[in-house]
């Protein structure tokens, strides 16, 4: 049964959500877990990929957008994850229609209005369904 991790922060602004994504991905990579980072659509998953190289700047982490090649991190969005089952960085406003083909999601709520906002509704969504939740107040 796939296991939802919701990450919660009160921490507001531009570049929040992408600052823990690398964080969470940073720590099931070097578990040894594949992560595939799920994001809005192109433009966003182009953008994050572009953060992740930055960001820590002493840090590394080997990822790529999906598709172009085979890194241990895959960012992507869309319909289709490809073979990635492990872990699953949910950075879309919605749940994807893929998330129980993963064994662990990762969601996060910040403190902007519009994503806690959409992470409340993607709770529901998994409490409804009777996923098993754990979450995490940082």
């Known amino acids: 049964m796939t296991e939802i991790l919701f990450y919660i922060t009160e921490q507001a602004g531009d570049g929040v959500q992408a600052a823990l994504a690398w964080r969470i991905a940073e720590k099931a990579w070097r578990q040894r877990h594949r992560v595939y980072v799920h994001c809005r659509d192109e433009h966003h998953a182009i953008g994050l990929d572009d953060r992740f190289w930055q960001h820590p700047p002493a840090g590394f982490l080997p990822h790529g957008i999906a ?65 098993p939740i754990r979450t995490h107040n940082l």
């Open 67 to 131: 598709g172009d090649g085979d890194h241990p991190v895959q960012i992507g969005h869309g319909d289709d994850p490809g073979d990635h089952h492990d872990v699953l960085i949910n950075l879309a406003t919605e749940v994807p229609d893929f998330v129980t083909r993963f064994s662990r999601v990762a969601e996060m709520i910040t403190g902007d209005a519009d994503l806690r906002d959409a992470g409340r509704a993607r709770f529901r969504f998994y409490r409804d369904r009777g996923l």
